[in-house]
T-cell receptor
């Protein structure tokens, strides 16, 4: 049982480049989330998807887009990367109603 | 969602109980208290959650005060592997009032378990 899988684990981008972070879960969860974590900080919510076909903005959505491709997959896209988007990105999923969320191992992104 | 206040850091001797406090004085009746931890930049890991009653599982115990304004996470026999940042989070039941049940993380408490 893989849980939540994120790819890639590490990435270096040049300013202005685009890329997509992939996330997949095999637990049949309805809800999926993208967070970013900067040094010394807690996690901040970027976007979430309560169910297949729906997405909503979180605390820090600017500069990002998301796609809930199907129930399993939730991708995060940076259209034009900026140094301020250097961070560790975590994907998470849960079933709903006061239950635990499961997190991936993170994608460490550096924008130079 | 209600805000939480946690100490920035705590130390605990290996084998002793670690008691991590959390204040959530503005919590409402339908908000749950959750605890997660993050070990050295890994993805956060769920520990336990509760609404009103004290809870216990294989990892920890959660003690919630009667007025629900504060709680304590107890790791009964801390090991070196418990060194992590511990996050206390309060949030609505996912389907209450249209909330999607987002987990809002603060900065947490850095627990250092020492030999």
């Amino acid at each position: 049982n893989a849980g939540v899988t994120q790819t890639p684990k590490f990435q270096v981008l040049k300013t202005g480049q685009s890329m997509t972070l992939q996330c997949a879960q095999d637990m049949n969860h309805n809800s999926m989330y993208w967070y970013r974590q900067d040094p010394g900080m807690g996690l901040r919510l970027i976007y979430y998807s309560a169910s297949e076909g729906t997405t909503d903005k979180g605390e820090v959505p600017n500069g990002y887009n998301v796609s809930r491709l199907n129930k399993r997959e939730f991708s995060l896209r940076l259209e034009s990367a900026a140094p301020s988007q250097t961070s560790v990105y975590f994907c998470a999923s849960n079933r709903g109603r006061a239950v635990e969320a499961f997190f991936g191992q993170g994608t460490r992104l550096t924008v130079v | 969602d209600a805000k939480t206040t946690q100490p920035t850091s705590m130390d605990c001797a290996e084998g002793r109980a670690a008691n991590l406090p959390c204040n959530h004085s503005t919590i409402s009746g339908n908000e749950y208290v959750y605890w997660y931890r993050q070990i050295h930049s890994q993805g956060p890991q769920y520990i336990i959650h509760g609404l009103k009653n004290n809870e216990t599982n294989e990892m920890a115990s959660l003690i919630i005060t009667e007025d629900r304004k504060s709680s304590t996470l107890i790791l009964p026999h801390a090991t070196l592997r418990d060194t992590a940042v511990y996050y206390c989070i309060v949030r609505f039941d996912m389907n209450y009032g249209g909330s999607q049940g987002n987990l809002i993380f603060g900065k947490g408490t850095k627990l250092s378990v020492k030999p």
